[in-house]
């Protein structure tokens, strides 16, 4: 089994900035992709930010050029650096692992249990 643990969510005003962290544990060989969605109250979950094994970085638009996705493979662990942040990006942020337990193995996807991110004044 992988868990997947996220902080660093809270309240910020407008224009302000936080960052996520994402950290897996558990039965890990490989990790292919790691990525953070968000669902605000009475919307569906969305893709915010995702990177692969090899970095390559994909962003919503409504993101882009505030929001910045990154991974320290060493740790397991994917960061959101979220600025300029607006009160639409109110949210329950989720971080998401798609996770090789072994080399033979399919990979799984798994979930964190999500951290709120509140932007008010």
């Known amino acids: 089994q992988v868990q997947l643990v996220e902080s660093g969510g809270g309240l910020v005003q407008p224009g302000g900035s936080l960052r996520l962290s994402c950290a897996a544990s558990?039965?890990?060989?490989?990790?292919?992709?790691m990525g953070w969605y968000r669902q605000a109250p009475g919307k569906q979950r969305e893709l915010v930010a995702v990177i692969s094994s090899g970095f390559s970085t994909n962003y919503a638009d409504s993101v882009k050029g505030r929001f910045t996705i990154s991974k320290d493979n060493a740790k397991n662990t994917a960061y959101l650096q979220m600025n300029s942040l607006k009160p639409e990006d109110t949210a329950v942020y989720y971080c998401k692992a798609e996770v090789s337990s072994s080399r033979w193995s399919y990979p799984d996807d798994y979930w964190g249990q999500g951290t709120q991110v509140t932007v008010s004044s």
């Open positions: 558990g039965s890990i060989f490989s990790i292919n992709v």
